[in-house]
Each structure stands twice: as C-alpha cells, then as structure tokens.
C-alpha cells in the first residue's frame, strides 16, 4: 500500500508562482510511474506532468514551458513548479503513482489564483 500526501497549495496572484510536493509513504519502494492532475470545478481531470522511475518527464502541452516536475527519490517525494500563472490554473491539484500493487491517489491540494 501507498499513501500520498499533497502540500504546498494555496492562493497566488496572476502572474505568480508556487511550488507543489507529493510525498509518499509504505510501499515506496514499489513505486514507478508519477503524476500530477488537475481538476477545475466541473471539469475533467487533466494531466499536468508526469515522471517515471527512471526520469524520463512529460508534460502536457497546455503546460510546457511554465512547469517543472522533480523527483526526490531519497525523500520520496515529486514537486511540480508552476511560474505565470493564471485564473486558468485553479484548480485542485492530485497526485498520482504507479506501482507494483495499482495506481493510487492522493486527496489533493487547492490552488486558487486570484488578485
């Protein structure tokens, strides 16, 4: 089993930045594959960035060049970096990792952007 925990949400102004960690505990070592979603009130969630075991990073096309996820595999936790924000970047923030035992998800962490 794996535990996920989301932190680092909050409001940001327009134009501003935040930084996101998920950390994990129990079965670490039996994770792959993780991933950062979003979702908006009444809206779909959508991938924001994912990295896999080995480093290999993706990010989706709405998102490049304003994010960046990293992994601390000594601390078992992935931040997602997030620069020029916008209104359109509130949301709720999942996190989400692959492993031997299935896919498992965190609660979330709030992002609001507003001045």
């Known amino acids: 089993q794996v535990n996920l925990v989301e932190s680092g949400g909050g409001l940001v102004q327009p134009g501003g930045s935040l930084t996101l960690s998920c950390t994990a505990s129990g079965s670490t070592f039996s994770i792959s594959d993780v991933a950062w979603y979003r979702q908006a009130p009444g809206k779909q969630r959508n991938l924001v960035a994912s990295i896999t075991g080995r480093g290999i990073i993706n990010y989706a096309d709405s998102m490049k060049g304003r994010v960046t996820i990293s992994r601390d595999n000594a601390k078992n936790t992935v931040h997602l970096q997030m620069n020029s924000m916008t209104p359109e970047d509130t949301a709720r923030y999942f996190c989400?990792?692959?492993?031997?035992?299935?896919?498992?998800w965190g609660q979330g962490t709030q992002v609001t952007v507003s001045s």
């Open positions: 989400n990792a692959d492993t031997w035992y299935g896919s498992y």
